[in-house]
């Protein structure tokens, strides 16, 4: 019968063991992204961490781990810029969108295709939307 301190030794170990596989994906997938790596470094690197994967996954955090540190900040500064110049563009057509349901309003009335009162709503509905 397994006792509590059992349980939480096998929770130890299994925490331990996805800590680990973390790390070594995270190691593997920096090295593809890392650009100033080679082919033949990145297929060193791979070879190391295939045959002696925690030495090789400590010497790199060691070895590369500012790197590592500077591409992911990086590349999340280029996605926060990345969200925000979508946010501009959207927030931005907004009034452009507004301009256009009034025309095409506008459109319809000249045409007859309704009424003053009903493009009165249209233009009312479209300045409330911006």
């Given at each position: ?18 800590a ?10 920096d ?18 961490l295939?045959?002696?994967p ?14 590592m ?17 979508y ?15 009034i ?20 233009k ?7």
């Open positions: 019968m397994n006792s509590f301190w059992d349980f939480l030794v096998w929770l130890f170990w299994f925490y331990v063991i996805i680990c596989i973390w790390i070594f994906i995270t190691v593997f997938v090295i593809f992204r890392d650009n100033t790596l080679n082919g033949w470094g990145k297929a060193l690197w791979v070879l190391f295939v045959f002696l925690f030495l090789a996954a400590f010497i790199y955090l060691i070895a590369r781990g500012r790197g540190a500077e591409r992911n900040a990086a590349r999340a500064a280029e996605a926060q810029a990345a969200n925000a110049d946010i501009r563009t959207v927030a931005g057509s907004s009034s452009s969108s507004t301009a256009a349901e025309e095409k309003g506008k459109q319809l009335l000249d045409s007859g295709a309704i009424t003053q009162a009903e493009f009165d709503a249209l009312a509905k479209a300045l409330q939307g911006a």
